[in-house]
C-alpha cells in the first residue's frame, strides 16, 4: 500500500524539479531572437509629405464573408477580420483610377447571426472609406 504512494509522491517531486529547472536548461525559453539587416539603406518605407502624393477624392470598398453551421460544426471557410479589411482596402482603392493607397481609411464591421435549431448562419462584412491618394513621382520612376 506504501509503494504506490510513495511512487506517486516521487513522481511529484521529480515533475517540479523539471518544472523549476526548465528555466536555467533553457526548456522554458519561448522564441528565439533573429536579426535581419538590410544592406540597402535606401529600402526603408519613409512618410510622404503633402507635396509628394496628389488627393483623388472619396472612395470605399467592401468584403463580406459567410459561414454555415450545422449544429456545432462549421461548413466553409470564414476569412479572419484582417483577410477582410484588406480585401475591402484593396478594392477601395481599385474603385479610383489611378490610386495609390488610401489616406485616413476607416472601417465598419457589421455582423449578422441568424441562430436556428439545426443550422445556423453567419455573415460578417466590412465597409472601408477613406480618401484615394496618387504618388506624384511614380510616373519619373518607371522611365
Same mark, same amino acid.
Given at each position: ?8 509522491? /516521487?513522481? /511529484? ?13 533553457? #526548456? ?19 512618410? #510622404? ?13 467592401? /468584403? ?23 480585401? /475591402? ?13 488610401? #489616406? ?11 441562430? #436556428? ?27
Amino acid at each position: 500500500m506504501k509503494q504506490p504512494i510513495l511512487k506517486a509522491l /516521487a513522481f /511529484a517531486i521529480f515533475l517540479t524539479s523539471l518544472n523549476s529547472c526548465g528555466i536555467g536548461f533553457g #526548456l522554458g525559453r519561448k522564441s528565439q531572437n533573429t536579426q535581419i539587416s538590410i544592406s540597402n539603406p535606401t529600402a526603408e518605407i519613409e512618410p #510622404l509629405k503633402r507635396d509628394e502624393y496628389e488627393v483623388l477624392g472619396s472612395t470605399s470598398g467592401t /468584403a463580406s464573408s459567410s459561414q454555415f453551421y450545422l449544429l456545432f460544426i462549421p461548413i466553409g471557410k470564414h476569412k479572419t477580420a484582417e483577410e477582410l479589411y484588406d480585401n /475591402a482596402y484593396y478594392e477601395a482603392v481599385e474603385k479610383l483610377p489611378n490610386s495609390d493607397g488610401l #489616406l485616413l481609411p476607416r472601417q465598419k464591421v457589421k455582423k449578422l447571426v441568424i441562430p #436556428l435549431l439545426i443550422v445556423n448562419y453567419y455573415r460578417r462584412a466590412v465597409e472601408v472609406t477613406g480618401l484615394g491618394i496618387s504618388v506624384k513621382g511614380k510616373q519619373q520612376q518607371k522611365k
